[in-house]
């Protein structure tokens, strides 16, 4: 097993991982079932494979979404975290913490796959903050979002992130 580590959560922090070792793939599903399970056009996923797995805070609640699949996301939150199967476990690619270091090496389920999927990247381009004039809220927006690294507590006991002192900020 490598020595590589790499970590990553729901989005508001209840749930954490650790993944130990190199997973066995990245992937996309286009099947309708992992459509509804993302609720997106399709589901990328890293396949666990032999890497270590361990939970490292919450616990995850369950949906049976098949005979044969179980999916588990954030009770609080609703991030979707894991695809579990007779095969194994994949854990959702955007709940990792640096998910540029994973890309996807394979498609699944293609019989699903969106007849504009492949043309995304020619739709116009825009930054966020390129919609302050219709947006205004954008320009004093803050994140309660957990930040993308492990912290010991969450959330603050003393507020939203930006209330804290710097040694809860890791």
Known sequence: MSDTIRTGGCQCGAIRFRLEG??????????????KAFGAYYAPLVATGEAKLTWTRGELKYFQSSNH???GFCGDCGTPMTYEAADGIAISAGSFDDPALLPPVVQFGVEGKLPFVDRLSELPARHTMDDIDTAPFLADIVSYQHPDHDTEIWPPENGPPEN????NKR
Do not use: G, L, W, Y
């Open 22 to 35: 190199e997973p066995f793939d990245s992937s996309v599903c286009h099947c309708r079932m992992c459509q």
């Open 69 to 71: 699949v179980r999916r």
């Open 164 to 167: 804290q002192p710097p040694e």
